[in-house]
């Protein structure tokens, strides 16, 4: 069973430019969610897709933008970057994103960096 | 509102002692699910426990324990015989019941926790 894989794991950007970040779910999995984690705070929710649907999102602004693919796996795309856009992305699969018991299973991020 | 707090930034623990990281919540929905995630300095989140609302007994998974509080709101996490390599950033997080709220998981701020030799 594969995990989570992001990519990649490290990225330096400038102002105003564009991103994307890329997951693979893990096998079985058809939820990715994306989540943003600022230095020395906890992941903030960003948005949830299920089955190349988005379901939930976060108090985030109309530039973070996603898909998901066929094969569940997912992108994060950022726009207009800003300096406050430094951070780790996280992304998470599931089955299906929606019971209170359900885990999520992670992976090892994608620190981004905009200067 | 929901909320998770984990008023602990820090802990020190000495190797082989037990050590109990905090962490409290707010949520009106009677039905969530707490959870505890590890994260060590590669960045992963690593699952180590769930709590129900509705469980009666609380959850342990090897060294992991959660003492479940719900009167309290408090769901903290007790790591028995802490080893060397249990050093990392511990967030208290939870889903919540009902249409809007059950997709995300809620996290707290999180506790670093140091062991010592």
């Known amino acids: 069973e594969t995990g989570v894989t992001q990519s990649p794991t490290h990225l330096i950007k400038t102002r105003g430019q564009q991103v994307t970040l890329r997951c693979s779910s893990q096998?079985?999995?058809?939820?990715v969610s994306w989540y943003q984690q600022a230095l020395g705070q906890g992941p903030q929710f960003i948005f949830q897709?299920?089955?190349?649907?988005?379901?939930g999102r976060g108090n985030f602004p109309p530039r973070f933008s996603g898909l998901q693919f066929p094969n569940y796996s997912s992108e994060l795309n950022v726009n207009a970057l800003e300096l406050d856009d430094s951070a780790l992305y996280l992304c998470?699969?599931?089955?299906?994103?929606?019971?209170?018991?359900?885990?999520?299973?992670f992976g090892s991020g994608t620190q981004l960096s905009v200067l | 509102a929901q909320k998770i707090t984990q008023t602990q930034p820090g802990m020190f623990v000495q190797e082989k002692e037990a050590v109990t990281l905090d962490c409290t919540y707010d949520?009106?929905?009677?039905?969530?699910?707490l959870f505890w995630y590890k994260q060590p300095s590669s960045g992963e989140m690593i699952f180590l426990i769930y709590?129900?609302?509705?469980?009666?007994q609380n959850a342990t998974e090897g060294r992991y324990s959660l003492n479940f509080q719900k009167a309290r709101k408090s769901a903290n996490l007790v790591i028995s015989a802490s080893q060397l390599g249990d050093s990392a950033m511990y967030f208290c997080?939870?889903?919540?019941?009902?249409?809007?709220?059950?997709?995300?998981?809620?996290f707290g701020s999180g506790t670093r926790l140091l062991v010592r030799p």
């Open positions: 998470a699969s599931s089955r299906t994103g929606a019971a209170t018991n359900e885990k999520l299973f």
């Open positions: 096998s079985g999995h058809n939820t």
């Open positions: 897709y299920y089955r190349e649907e988005e379901n």
């Open positions: 949520t009106s929905d009677p039905s969530y699910g």
């Open positions: 709590q129900g609302s509705y469980d009666q």
């Open positions: 997080a939870m889903r919540a019941g009902g249409m809007d709220s059950s997709y995300k998981l809620i």
